[in-house]
C-alpha cells in the first residue's frame, strides 16, 4: 500500500513563505512525476507545479517565481518553497506522485494567506 503524507501547511502574512513535504512510503518501485495541486473554497482544482524524474519543472502562471517545486529521490519526498505569498493562494493544497504506475494522492494541507 502506497500512501503520500503531506506536511508543513498553515496561517502565513502575506509577503511570508511555508514549506510544504509529501512524503511517499510503502511499496514503492518506481517514482515517474510528482507534483502539487490546489482547491480554493468555491474554485476548481488547479495545478501548481509538478517535477519529472529527470527534474523538469512546470509552473502554473500565477506561481512562477515565487514556487519552488524540488525532489529528494533518495528520501521519496517532494518539495513545495513558497515565497511572496498573497491571499489568492489560500487553499487546500494536495500533493500528488506517479507511483509504480499509478496516480496517488496526498491528503490535503490548508494553506492560509492572512494579515
Known amino acids: 500500500q502506497v500512501q503520500l503524507v503531506e506536511s508543513g501547511g498553515g496561517l502565513v502574512q502575506p509577503g511570508g513563505s511555508l514549506r510544504l513535504s509529501c512524503a511517499a512510503s510503502?511499496?514503492?518501485?518506481?517514482?515517474?512525476?510528482m507534483g502539487w495541486n490546489r482547491q480554493a473554497p468555491g474554485k476548481e482544482r488547479e495545478l501548481v507545479a509538478d517535477?519529472?524524474?529527470?527534474?523538469?519543472?512546470n509552473y502554473a502562471n500565477s506561481v512562477k517565481g515565487r514556487f519552488a517545486i524540488s525532489r529528494d529521490n533518495a528520501k521519496n519526498t517532494q518539495y513545495l518553497q513558497m515565497n511572496s505569498l498573497k491571499p489568492e493562494d489560500t487553499a487546500v493544497y494536495y500533493c500528488?506522485?506517479?507511483?509504480?504506475?499509478?496516480?496517488?494522492w496526498g491528503q490535503g494541507t490548508q494553506v492560509t494567506v492572512s494579515s
Open positions: 500528488y506522485s506517479y507511483i509504480n504506475g499509478r496516480l496517488h
Open positions: 510503502g511499496s514503492i518501485f518506481s517514482i515517474n512525476t
Open positions: 517535477i519529472t524524474s529527470g527534474g523538469t519543472t
